[in-house]
Every structure is written in C-alpha cells, then in structure tokens.
C-alpha cells in the first residue's frame, strides 16, 4: 500500500507533461502574434480547445494533489 505522500508525489509527476505543455502552447500563440500575418479566428479557436482540456487536467491533478497533502481544494 502506498503512502499519502507517494500518492500525491505520483499525481505531480503525472501532471509533468502538461506543465510542460503550457510553456510549449505558450511559445506556439507568441509566434504566431509575431508572425505579421493576419490569422483567421477559426484557427485560433481550434487552439483554445487543447488548452482548455489541458487546464481542465491541470486543475484536476492540483487538486488532487492539494486534498491528499492535506489541504483544501
């Protein structure tokens, strides 16, 4: 059986990749601001949705998190 502190270590290393994540989408949207072309809304709102779920993970592992350490979510 694991311990509170495994569990909730093991939820913040599942969450590694969406952290990550955030800086690449970030990086993604800052060219794409810089690139002096005009860019079709459609296009920007396909991107809104991958980092909708992405903050919906993100959320839902923090929270996770926070309740098993002890806190409140």
């Known amino acids: 059986m694991s311990t509170v502190a495994e569990?909730?270590?093991q939820t913040?290393?599942?969450m590694e990749d969406d952290i990550y994540?955030?800086?690449?989408?970030?990086?993604?949207i800052d060219s794409l601001s810089s690139s002096?072309?005009?860019i079709d809304p459609g296009a920007l709102?396909?991107?809104?949705s991958p980092v909708l779920e992405l903050a919906k993970r993100l959320e839902?592992?923090?929270?996770?998190?926070?309740q098993r350490?002890?806190?409140k979510a």
């Not at 994540?21 to 993604?28: I, K, P």
């Not at 839902?60 to 926070?66: H, N, T, V, Y």
């Open 60 to 66: 839902a592992g923090w929270s996770e998190a926070l």
């Open 69 to 71: 350490s002890g806190g």
């Open 7 to 9: 569990r909730t270590s």
């Open 45 to 48: 709102h396909v991107i809104s």
């Open 21 to 28: 994540d955030v800086r690449r989408w970030a990086h993604l």
């Open 12 to 14: 913040l290393l599942e």
């Open 36 to 38: 002096g072309s005009m």
